[in-house]
C-alpha cells in the first residue's frame, strides 16, 4: 500500500458539495478515497474519486476498516446525510447502536461529535471542510447588484438576530421573517421545506435568513445555499437572502447570482458587525 502522504478519504453524503471536495482536493494532487452514504453518491463520484465504495452511515466500523485498507489518516465529511435515518428500520451495527442506548439526545452536533470522537479513536483525524472548500464561502457584504431596501434591512437585522439565538438552541440554521415577525423556523424538514411553508404563509416579501451556530464545527455541516434554494425562495415570492458572512457556503455561485438579478431576489452576506 502507497505510503498515507497525500492520502486522503471523504465520507460523502449527497449534494454538489461531495463533487467540489473531490474535485478540489484532485487539483491539488490528492489521491482521494470515497465512502459514499448511498447508491446514488457512488455513481456520481465512480468517475471523479480514485476509489469509492457505498457504505451506509449506520455501519461506521466497515466505513473505519476502508479508510484503514486505503491507509487514510485524515478525512472530510461533507454531503447532506437525512437525519430521519435514525428513525428507520436500517441494519445498525453495535457502535451506532450503542451511541443511540447512550446519547441524550440525536441533535446534529451531538450525532457528529459522536462520528468525530470515533473517528480520532480509531487515529484518524477529520479535517474541516473548508480545507478543500474555502472557494465556496459567502463574502461580506452584497452579493447582487441590488442593496437592501430600508424595510428589507430591518427584516434582516431582526431575522439574523433570532436566526441565531435559534442556532445556538441547535434548533434549525434558517427562518423566514416578514414585517418583522417570525413566520419559520427550520426543523428536520430541512432548509428548503422551512422557506416554502414561511413564504405560503407570509406571501410575497419575506427575508430569508441562513447562519451558522455560534460554536459551529467547521469539521462537519457547514451551512450551505445553492441555486435550488433560490429557486424555492423565487417560487415563494421571497424578496432577499441574508447569509452568515465567511461561515456559510454558496454552492455555484455565478449562477445563483445571474439568477437572483434576474428575479428581483438581493443576495448578501452578514456578519455581527452590520448590525445597527
Known amino acids: 500500500m502507497p505510503n498515507s502522504l497525500?492520502?486522503?478519504?471523504?465520507?460523502?453524503?449527497?449534494?454538489?458539495l461531495?463533487?467540489?471536495?473531490?474535485?478540489?482536493?484532485?487539483?491539488r494532487g490528492k489521491h482521494v478515497s470515497v465512502v459514499a452514504l448511498s447508491a446514488e453518491v457512488k455513481e456520481t463520484l465512480s468517475n471523479e474519486a480514485d476509489s469509492v465504495v457505498?457504505?451506509?452511515?449506520t455501519q461506521p466500523n466497515k466505513i473505519i476498516r476502508f479508510f484503514s485498507d486505503e491507509n487514510v489518516g485524515e478525512i472530510g465529511l461533507v454531503g447532506k446525510v437525512e437525519k430521519s435515518i435514525l428513525f428507520q428500520s436500517w441494519r445498525f451495527d453495535l457502535t451506532?447502536?450503542?451511541?443511540?442506548?447512550?446519547?441524550?439526545?440525536?441533535?446534529?452536533?451531538?450525532?457528529?461529535?459522536?462520528?468525530?470522537?470515533?473517528?480520532?479513536?480509531?487515529?484518524?483525524?477529520?479535517?474541516?471542510?473548508?480545507?478543500y472548500l474555502d472557494h465556496l464561502i459567502t463574502p461580506r457584504g452584497s452579493i447582487t447588484k441590488k442593496n437592501l431596501r430600508q424595510n428589507q434591512r430591518k427584516d434582516a437585522e431582526y431575522a439574523f438576530?433570532?436566526?441565531?439565538?435559534i442556532?445556538?438552541?441547535?434548533?434549525?440554521?434558517?427562518?423566514?421573517?416578514?414585517?418583522?415577525?417570525?413566520?419559520?423556523?427550520?426543523?428536520?424538514?430541512?432548509?428548503?421545506?422551512?422557506?416554502?411553508?414561511?413564504?405560503a404563509l407570509a406571501g410575497k416579501g419575506a427575508v430569508?435568513?441562513?447562519?451558522a451556530r455560534p460554536d459551529q464545527d467547521m469539521r462537519y455541516d457547514v451551512p450551505?445555499?445553492?441555486?435550488?434554494?433560490?429557486?424555492?425562495?423565487?417560487?415563494?415570492?421571497?424578496?432577499?437572502?441574508?447569509?452568515?458572512?465567511e461561515r456559510t457556503f454558496l454552492i455555484d455561485r455565478e449562477r445563483l447570482i445571474r439568477e437572483a438579478e434576474a428575479t428581483g431576489i438581493i443576495v448578501v452576506g452578514w456578519s455581527e458587525n452590520e448590525l445597527g
Do not use: W, Y
Open 6 to 16: 497525500g492520502r486522503i478519504g471523504l465520507v460523502a453524503g449527497s449534494g454538489s
Open 18 to 27: 461531495s463533487s467540489e471536495f473531490v474535485s478540489s482536493a484532485k487539483k
Open 54 to 57: 457505498h457504505i451506509p452511515p
Open 96 to 131: 451506532v447502536l450503542r451511541f443511540m442506548k447512550n446519547a441524550k439526545n440525536t441533535a446534529d452536533a451531538t450525532v457528529m461529535d459522536a462520528v468525530i470522537e470515533f473517528v480520532e479513536e480509531n487515529g484518524m483525524k477529520v479535517m474541516p471542510q473548508t480545507e
Open 161 to 165: 438576530q433570532m436566526a441565531r439565538s
Open 167 to 199: 442556532a445556538t438552541l441547535d434548533i434549525g440554521q434558517t427562518l423566514v421573517v416578514h414585517k418583522g415577525t417570525v413566520v419559520a423556523v427550520e426543523g428536520i424538514e430541512g432548509t428548503n421545506e422551512a422557506i416554502r411553508r414561511g413564504c
Open 208 to 211: 430569508v435568513c441562513k447562519v
Open 224 to 245: 450551505t445555499v445553492g441555486p435550488e434554494t433560490l429557486q424555492v425562495m423565487r417560487e415563494g415570492g421571497a424578496s432577499a437572502l441574508i447569509l452568515e458572512a
